[in-house]
């Protein structure tokens, strides 16, 4: 590596978050042999965590003390998800009683810094608790970035492989696990192994993502980078109708653009059924204006109008945080007198959650509705992929039965049938160096349609026995693969998939019980031939838990990485919160 950087580790603020994880029975502390090539102090801090890990005794939970989370899953405490008035309890959480690392939870504030960037093979090495806020600053120092960079700033590296996460590159690239080249992972039986594709421990690195820390913890991770330009070109083009932005998204994955607008990023956001925008980003060397949304203005309310703008490459990335996407709404700073008087710096999405998580463990908003009169509220606070040919449906669907808006969408596809997808610096189509680049034209613009993409037909075709028309809840669970790439959230290779962000709550109606919205659309998404990221909320019963995640592979990997159950299982930690 030509290039050592250390960022100082995370930048989150406010205490650790210390939370439960599980059980644990005694540690077998083994030697780190396999991180020779890292830093003397790294290779201490893996020491310093297997003895840490070790002296939990049996028994005694498991914790993980990260400074920051953007977990979405509160509990009354009992284990059973409640939205009303609950204590925050996730991954991480507050210290329970006792002693040690058992109720301080894991120090791993030592794997939150980035260990080298190198630029001319492109390839970074960083601490598994790294933001993604350090990483892309250490990365764009050398006009690199990671392959895909998640919206929220405080998301780090470890998080978005073993939670999943997406961003407006994910048609290009994928999802961040694609991009990692090999981990370092701190197993429930106390190893510390390196997972690489078809290496000894393919298998783990294959399972990794969507595990959520129960198969063990990254401590390190080596990721391919790509190259930037220094500004963003943003075109927003509206649709009328849900099915009209679906075709769209079939002709950009297609076609790698739309109207001449060079797609190396596509997301979009629907504010209604009648209104919604998919905003095609392209690198650029220039920018004839820059917008700025971390001040007066507001970068959601942006969409609307005008039709085109420019960002640079770091305003970009962060587009989302400073709104937490359009949920700082509540908090009021969206209105021009609170927003003077909120400092920038607490514009972020990592102030609002903490504000939210505050709320949440003292009951202060649920309180005062109760006072108020104000019926039972729901949080539905989700991310699923759905194919794109039933999007349309599942946007209809979601309009009638939650009736919430705005929602994000972002198109994805897998990078490659095998795992680590295509060699490094190879991205899909587009991309600064990835495709031809294409004249910035002044074609289309609001109300621009694309050609229609022939339904079922392409990368975005609907699976042999899916058939259009099923309804909701008609289709069969999941669309499995003999061997998907990645086998506890199985994507299908070559498929456009669109992932729908939804982050609210809504009334309940009369006589319906917490959970009946949640549950709705885990009916619906698994209807549809879906998935849902697990980050947040889960509903269903055991058994179709483990349809849909795989269960027969999960269960052998627990039993060669986590044999004692230390780890809590997945079922456990997203269904039943503990
Ligand atoms: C409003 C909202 C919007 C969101 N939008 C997006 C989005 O646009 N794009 C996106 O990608 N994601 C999004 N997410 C989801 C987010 O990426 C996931 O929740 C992710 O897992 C959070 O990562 P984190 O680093 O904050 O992990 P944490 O919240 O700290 O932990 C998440 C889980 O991962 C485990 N974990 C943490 N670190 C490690 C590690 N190093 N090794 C193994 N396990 C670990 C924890 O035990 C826990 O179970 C959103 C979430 C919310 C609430």
Same mark, same amino acid.
């Given at each position: 590596m030509t290039d050592v950087t250390d960022t100082g580790g995370s930048r989150g603020r406010g205490q650790p978050e210390i939370g439960p994880e599980t059980p644990a029975s005694p540690a077998r502390l083994l030697p780190a042999r396999e991180s020779a090539g890292k830093p003397a102090a790294h290779l201490a801090a893996i020491a310093d965590l297997q003895a840490a890990y070790a002296a939990i005794p049996p028994g005694s939970p498991v914790r993980l003390a990260k400074r920051t989370s953007n977990l979405f899953r509160f509990t009354d405490g009992k284990g059973k998800g409640a939205h009303r008035g609950a204590g925050y309890g996730s991954g991480h959480g507050r210290a329970g009683h006792g002693s040690g690392a058992a109720s301080r939870g894991l120090d791993v504030s030592a794997f939150g810094r980035v260990l080298s960037v190198d630029p001319r093979s492109r390839i970074a090495v960083t601490g598994g608790m790294t933001t993604y806020e350090d990483l892309a600053d250490a990365t764009l120092r050398h006009d690199l970035m990671p392959l895909v960079v998640p919206q929220l700033k405080t998301i780090t590296i470890g998080g978005a492989v073993t939670g999943l996460g997406i961003e407006s590159s994910s048609l290009r690239s !994928? =999802?961040?696990?694609?991009?990692?080249?090999?981990m370092e992972i701190l197993t429930g039986d106390g190893r510390v192994i390196t997972a690489a594709p078809g290496g000894e421990h393919d298998a783990l690195y294959r399972g990794f993502p969507n595990s959520y820390g129960t198969l063990g913890y990254a401590l390190s991770l080596t990721i391919e980078l790509e190259p930037v330009r220094p500004f963003v070109h943003l075109r927003h083009f509206r649709f009328g109708s849900p099915e009209a932005c679906m075709d769209a998204v079939a002709a950009i994955a297609a076609d790698g653009g739309y109207l001449g607008h060079r797609a190396d990023f596509v997301d979009g956001t629907a504010f209604g059924l009648d209104e919604l925008y998919l905003t095609v980003g392209s690198f650029s060397d220039v920018a004839p204006w820059r917008s700025d949304?971390? /001040?007066? /203005?507001?970068y959601y309310q942006s969409i609307r109008g005008p039709q085109e703008d420019f960002l640079t490459i770091r305003d970009y990335l962060w587009r989302w945080d400073t709104d937490w996407f359009w949920c700082s709404r509540p908090f009021g700073v969206q209105r021009p007198v609170i927003r003077r008087l909120w400092p920038r710096r607490y514009r972020r999405s990592d102030v609002y959650r903490k504000l939210v998580a505050l709320d949440r463990r003292h009951g202060l908003s649920a309180a005062l509705n109760a006072r108020r009169g104000v019926p039972q509220h729901e949080d539905v606070i989700q991310d699923v992929e759905i194919p794109v040919e039933r999007g349309a449906e599942f946007l209809r669907a979601f309009a009638a039965g939650? !009736? =919430?808006?705005p929602v994000w969408m972002c198109p994805l596809r897998l990078r490659g049938a095998g795992p680590g997808g295509r060699p490094p610096g190879t991205p899909r189509g587009a991309g600064p160096e990835g495709g031809p680049r294409v004249a910035l034209s002044d +074609? !289309? !613009?609001?109300?621009g349609r694309a050609p229609v993409a022939a339904r079922? +037909?392409?990368?975005g075709g609907r699976p042999p026995g899916t058939s259009r028309g099923a309804g909701l809840g008609g289709g069969p669970p999941g669309t499995h693969r +003999?061997?998907?790439?990645?086998p506890l959230y199985p994507l299908e290779p070559d498929r456009v998939y669109v992932n729908f962000g939804f982050w609210g709550t809504v009334p309940l109606p009369p006589g319906k019980a917490d959970g009946y919205h949640n549950r709705l659309v885990e009916e619906t998404v698994t209807g549809l031939g879906g998935h849902k990221g697990l980050y947040s909320t889960s509903c269903y019963p055991e058994e179709e838990f483990w349809t849909l995640y795989n269960g027969s592979a999960y269960a052998a990997l627990k039993a060669e990485y986590d044999p004692a159950g230390r780890l809590a299982g997945l079922y456990e930690k997203c269904v039943r919160g503990r």
């Open positions: !994928g =999802m961040p696990h694609e991009s990692v080249l090999e949304y971390t /001040r007066e /203005r507001i939650v !009736g =919430m808006s +074609a !289309g !613009g609001s109300g079922g +037909a392409g990368p +003999a061997d998907p790439p990645w």
